[in-house]
């Protein structure tokens, strides 16, 4: 007869009660989900961009990792940098909520009945400026799911042993979201080792000149966060055709005159609607103004400006992440080279929590989804076959992992993108040589140099917007 230890039973209990979860609540929740769920730009669920997580029993997720399989390979280092999960909206989108909810409320004209009904008299604003952005329950649970997971593809680096003896690192940027984010990450990890008798101790570092680089980045602040004319393509397909088709048609929709439903307050609604899923798992009656086109128009919104602020548009914007890309590299670096047997095992894994304008930016400097066209505030018709969509991008909990391994000819690296894997431009394999990967690289190993590229340009600080 097999016997199994008591850690062992833990593990596989707690196992199998998270996919015995996903299965109950996978085809209940499915049929609460608006069809325009997934143009949700950064405020998309993990779960609109990754489904099948909520479907697969753990073990499949072993398919994403790519090592050769002609070479004996195990892995010997996870960096994994994380966006926060779901938050409640920030300040500036609650008094916009409760402005909109006030109009529609009061000066609304068309007859009420059904979802309108349930708008003007029915649905409350329940958003108060204190929520700020801080991490919802579900946030919570995006989270802890995704450290269950990683745990299960990668157990002999996540470790309860590991954990325990401080060898994994957990950092993060300083604001709530993000440290609520990382300490349910620690959570999920103990969740998934099973109870133990003993309060689980959490702890990491704030590192806000890796998570947050783009505050100290005097290039990028002046010459594109402060400067008007940096997101003129935003601005122009904000008052352009497309969106005021969609005021029109959503302002008629509600009996509102055209010029009271501003594109502050039809973006809004449409943010009610993501906020309402990704908070309640609701599907709030703010959906049915939005029909599919809409949501696509909204989405291209969103994505222009991530695009111009964030990502390929100005290039300060990428290369303010170059601390967090050495970062990495180093990270890795140590970790690969050969060691003598008296020196200390590298960090089995590097866990970094961060915001969508962390990853954006850095995605960007590695070479990523920059589409042949960029997208422009008069070429919407011709952009929809896009690569650089941030609802499949940077989705609440997004994630990008760097999985090194320790193979037969040498160290190989593999990336992944929200648990899927994802090539390095250029490069034929899943998995390719380390030095390959770093040849690849080395104009920005050998230069990209924060001081050089930010704090060489005359100018001061200024605030920054949160996503």
């Known amino acids: 007869m097999l016997r199994v230890s008591a850690p062992a039973q833990r593990r596989l209990l707690a196992g199998l009660s998270l996919v015995l979860a996903r299965l109950c609540c996978c085809s ?3 049929a609460n989900v608006p069809n325009i769920a997934v143009y949700f730009g950064t405020k998309t669920r993990y779960e609109e961009v990754n489904r099948h997580l909520l479907r697969e029993v753990l073990a499949v997720n072993a398919s994403v990792l790519k090592p050769p399989p002609t ?29 909109l909810s006030e109009l529609v409320r009061t000066e609304a004209s068309r007859a009420p009945g059904g979802w309108l009904l349930d708008l003007q008299s029915r649905w409350e604003t329940w958003y108060t400026e204190d929520m700020d952005g801080q991490l919802v329950t579900k946030g919570r649970e995006e989270l802890q799911q995704l450290a269950r997971r990683l745990a299960s593809l990668f157990p002999s ?7 325990r003896k401080r060898r994994v690192s957990f950092a993060s940027s300083s604001k709530h979201r993000c440290v609520s984010s990382v300490e349910a990450f620690q959570e999920g990890l103990w969740q998934h080792w099973g109870p133990s008798g003993e309060t689980p101790a959490y702890s990491h570092r704030v590192e806000d000149e890796l998570m947050r680089f ?41 009996g509102l005159p055209f010029h009271r439903l501003t594109p502050d307050l039809l973006e809004a609604a449409f943010f009610l609607c993501s906020y309402e899923l990704s908070i309640k798992s609701v599907h709030s009656p703010w959906c049915f103004l939005f029909s599919e086109t809409d949501a696509k128009v909204l989405e291209y919104k969103s994505d222009l400006k991530q ?28 970790a690969g080279r050969p060691r003598r047997s008296t020196e200390a095992a590298p960090e089995p894994a590097s866990i970094l929590v961060g915001h969508a304008e962390t990853l954006l930016p850095l995605l960007s400097l590695l070479g990523l989804y ?15 076959g896009r690569t650089f969509r941030t609802s499949r991008i940077v989705p609440y909990a997004a994630n990008l992992l760097f999985v090194l391994y320790d193979c037969q000819r040498g160290p190989r690296l593999q990336m992944l993108l929200n648990e899927t894997p994802l090539r390095f431009p250029d490069l034929p394999e899943d998995a390719p040589l380390y030095r390959d990967v770093r040849a690849a690289y080395r104009h920005l190993l050998d ?21």
């Open 370 to 384: 920059k589409d042949e066209t960029p997208p422009t505030a008069s070429n919407y018709q011709s952009q929809h």
């Open 157 to 163: 680096l996540l470790s309860e042993e590991n954990v």
């Open 214 to 254: 783009f505050e100290r980045c005097r290039g990028f602040v002046e010459g594109v966060e402060n400067n008007r004319t940096a997101l003129l393509e935003v601005e122009k397909f904000k008052h352009g055709e497309q969106m005021e088709a969609v005021r029109r048609r959503i302002a008629e929709m509600l």
């Open 307 to 334: 695009y111009w602020k964030r990502s390929h548009g100005h290039a300060i914007s990428s290369l303010a992440a170059c601390p967090l890309f050495h970062h990495v590299f180093r990270t890795l670096d140590k």
């Open 447 to 467: 230069g990209c140099d924060f001081h050089t590229e930010c704090e060489g340009r005359a100018g001061g600080r200024g605030p920054s917007t949160e996503l």
């Open 71 to 99: 070479e004996r390979c195990s892995p010997v280092h996870l960096t994994a940098v994380i966006r926060h999960g779901s938050r409640y909206p920030t300040v500036k989108n609650v008094r916009r909520i409760n402005r």
């Open 28 to 30: 209940a929740a499915a």
